[in-house]
């Protein structure tokens, strides 16, 4: 499985930015999809996850209520809408796949890795 982000970019605080992850996997509909994220010199961290038909999503307590998690399994898309930016939301942000329906916010639950896009968020 192949994963490609799209959409980071430099934003001031308060702004908003739509990440996109695009998967080669013909049976897309059958991952479970999540966002992490890695600050410079932090460990990766979770975000948000989203299960196989988007009725399961979750989301790491500092994200409720600004981010929105997404899919499109025609497309064989999975967004992230990132709203009311924060200069710690700045980080590398990846999307990953796991092959099986639980929605898991731990690194080790994901089998396939995108290749990270890039969020900075001025003050």
């Known amino acids: 499985v192949q994963l490609v982000e799209s959409g980071g970019g430099l934003v001031q605080a308060g702004g908003s930015l739509r990440l996109s992850c695009a998967a080669s996997e013909r049976t897309f509909n059958m991952y479970a999809m999540g966002w992490f994220r890695q600050a410079s010199g932090k460990e990766r961290e979770f975000v948000a996850a989203?299960?196989?038909?988007?009725?399961?999503?979750k989301y790491t307590d500092s994200v409720k209520g600004r981010f929105t998690i997404s899919r499109d399994n025609a497309k064989k898309m999975m967004l992230l809408q990132m709203n009311s930016l924060k200069v710690e939301d700045t980080a590398v942000y990846y999307c990953?796949?796991?092959?099986?329906?639980?929605?898991?916010?731990?690194?080790?639950?994901?089998?396939?890795w995108g290749q990270g896009t890039q969020v900075t968020v001025s003050s």
């Open positions: 990953a796949a796991r092959p099986t329906s639980p929605v898991l916010t731990t690194t080790a639950g994901y089998d396939y």
């Open positions: 989203i299960n196989w038909n988007g009725s399961t999503t």
